[in-house]
């Protein structure tokens, strides 16, 4: 037994709640090492000197290129557990507590691992809309200036204080209202706009004003209608917030460059001196750029600032969410306590941070909801768009992508295939529309929140900002309305099954020879397995589908299949993909 490889770790996602009385409880091992784990749990306030333990099997449900993640989640009427784990590899076998292994396990309970209290306030509890959300990402001036239209007009106006803004492609507010029919259509049900705060430059992260709507994109009057007629269409709304670092008009900053250490809002800004320079920055600012000073978001002013600015857009407007950027440069404590302060307004609030490694310290439940997943993005590009790494090597990343965070957490990962920061998919992939369509089949079908960039169901492409930015395409051809057909049939298999497809999800067939990838989603009642054929051939597999013995039917073809002993022959065209569902409840 390679008990160098054994981990598990109390209050972090290998040990937490799913509700008061549910838990979750995982174990790391070496891969294909363990053959048995089983869970003991058990009162770790039962009144006799030896706990009763009750005994439940955990199973691998996910592995990366070391390790095999063994899992259980149970229901308890206790709140304070006990455990340990019985472990076997087939010829030895041994308990393993913290810091040891022993052959038997040990009477006195100040030995086991435990979950001391399980309580309400510290389960990471996500908005329930947000699970089954399909997420459109828009990036304004480019997405619309009218119904199906985009004057590509640059432009210049200016804020009621006399500051300067820009709009390079025209799109405003007015323009999202007029094409909600669009989105109703293509199916999705949250957007997220990229910031539409007062601000200079044309991508609007460099803050002037955040109480205004920006004059290039519209008024304060066109963003409520907006998301009044989003909400009727069944769509929640997610703004853009950018609270580490504003523009360098923002009040302020003005102010501290006017007045230098005399201003009252010298503390606001982090590493600053004085006099200020602007040219040679004597300041932080955002990637060294002089136009985006940093915050010092430790200051309870400008804590309070921004939490007052997190309430006025849920009070004033009703809006669902915040996407934050630059999340993990903002000091832990400020998102606390813009968590409190924006779940006050509305407890549903979801919030998404943008972060681009590994986020655990940001998802235990006290600051964020989600993350967007560019981890995902980048799997995604290997696989799909590079065919770089075999079937293993994907599965085994992807086990890793969701044994990161608890399962909760996991499960409403904003998983994108692009943004309005790097290049289009459909540039990565060569301009070949079939990898594309296949990722695309995988990011609404697997663990995670699906969220389209703007564009991205009309095929544009590029690989710079002004390329992956550029306007939308409203006057469709037969490629893009094809593109469009197949992400409008892809959402709308994920909404009619979506009690399944925020459930479970398990690998059950590999093949590297062949790049056939399959798994499974699965509620507790019903199942749908995604077959992935990423090769230039086509491909016929056996599958072991023993769930689907009455034969099955792709939702993509309607087309049908049999089972024989409990596998199905099916076979793929290149770079093609079937979501398989059974007969009886199809």
Partial sequence: MNKHAVSHIPDSNYAFALSENHICIRLRAAKGDIKRCVLFYGDRYYPKPRIKMAAIEMNVVASDELFDYFEVDFETEYPRLSYYFWLTDGTEDCCYLPGKFTKSPQVNRMGYFIMPYIRREDVALVPEW??????YQIFPDSFATSYRNISLR????????????????????????????YLTDLGVDCIYLNPIFSAESYHKYDTIDYYSIDPCLGTMDDFKIMVKTCHKNGIRVILDGVFNHCGWKFFAFRDVCENGPASRYKDWFYKIEFPVNTENINYAAFAYVHKMPKLNTGNPEV???????GRFWIKECDIDGWRLDV????????WREFRKAVKEEKPDVFLIGEIWEDASQWLNGDQFDSVMNYRFTEICKSFFAFNDISVDEFDNRLGFML??????????QMNLLDSHDVPRFLYYCGEDARKLKLAVLFLMTYAGIPSVFAGDEKGISGFLDTEYRSQMIWKDTPFTLELFNHYKKLISIRKKYIDIFTGGVKTIYKDNAKGIYCFSRFSETEEIVVV????????TVSLPLKNLDKGCIDLLTKNTFKCDSGSSALTLEPLEGAVLKAFRDS
Wanted: hydrophobic letters at 35%; glycine letters at 8%.
């Fill in 130 to 135: 947000a699970k089954n959300a399909v997420i």
């Fill in 154 to 181: 640059s432009d210049i106006k200016y804020t009621p204080d006399g500051q300067k803004s820009e709009a390079r492609l025209g799109g405003t507010i007015k323009g999202i209202t007029e094409n909600i029919d």
């Fill in 303 to 309: 804590i309070k600032y921004f939490c007052d600015v």
């Fill in 327 to 334: 999340a993990d440069e903002v000091n832990h404590g400020f």
């Fill in 403 to 412: 044994m990161r965070y608890k399962r909760q957490i996991s499960l409403v």
């Fill in 532 to 539: 992935l054929n990423n090769s230039e051939f086509r491909q």
